[in-house]
């Protein structure tokens, strides 16, 4: 299995909404990362949990929580959007915290109305 | 600041031949880079990575050349196919204590049948 798994696939929200995205993987991979692409532009770094601690958060508003329940699970919390956080959310994870590829999910495509 | 810099945001090649696609990068603390490509509504898929202690690597049609002095890198795809047709992107990492990938802006490649 060398897949993450992302759901849902595309998420409607609105600016009052509670809502998470989900990412599992069972690669046994220990750093796992979210990133926020927007159209025609690079996938940009928010979070990274590196053996279920949160190691890198790239000054993410805290409307974002993200939490890792355990090692093959993470879960992105979201309060409170903006239209502007509109974007493609994709899920990674590599095999351990130096350089390895990472592997993505197909993403989360979040519209926030 | 972009530290990692793919300057042709497109690229068109005729089936069967070469595509070269290039990538730059300012920091001279990447010690690892890797390529990535990418289809509409998908997440990223990994498709070679090379180490700076190496100058070449080769996986089947795909080819990584690091020229680290110039601090370049390109992506030799051959013979080029129809189903290469994506956005290639270049990522780099380094020995920073974190796993942090940092992403070009994309190359969107098209093969001419």
């Known amino acids: 299995d060398t897949e993450v798994t992302q759901t849902p696939k595309h998420l409607v929200m609105g600016m009052t909404n509670k809502k998470s995205l989900k990412c599992e993987q069972h690669?046994?991979?220990?750093?796992m990362y979210w990133y926020k692409q927007k159209a025609k532009k690079p996938p940009e770094l928010m979070f990274v949990?590196?053996?279920?601690?949160?190691?890198i958060n790239e000054s993410v508003p805290s409307r974002f929580s993200p939490e890792c329940p355990n090692s093959s699970l993470l879960n992105l919390h979201l309060h409170a959007l903006q239209p502007e956080d509109s974007a493609l959310y994709l899920c990674?994870?590599?095999?351990?915290?130096?350089?390895?590829?990472?592997?993505f999910g197909q993403g989360t495509r979040l519209t926030v109305v | 600041d972009q530290q990692v810099k793919q300057n042709s945001p497109s690229l068109s090649v005729q089936e069967g031949r070469i595509s070269i696609l290039n990538c730059d990068y300012t920091?001279?603390?990447?010690?690892?880079f890797l390529w990535y490509k990418k289809y509409p509504a998908e997440g990223p898929t990994f498709l070679i990575s090379?180490?700076?202690?190496?100058d070449k690597n080769e996986d089947g049609r795909f080819t990584v050349f690091l020229n680290k002095s110039a601090k370049h890198l390109s992506l030799h795809i051959v013979p080029s196919q129809p189903g290469d047709s994506a956005v290639y992107f270049c990522a780099a990492s380094g020995n920073f204590g974190n796993e942090k990938l940092t992403f070009g802006t994309g190359t969107r490649l098209t093969i001419i049948p």
């Open positions: 920091n001279s603390m990447f010690d690892y």
């Open positions: 990674a994870s590599s095999a351990w915290t130096g350089n390895t590829e990472a592997f």
């Open positions: 690669m046994g991979h220990r750093a």
């Open positions: 949990y590196s053996y279920e601690k949160l190691s």
């Open positions: 090379i180490s700076s202690i190496k």
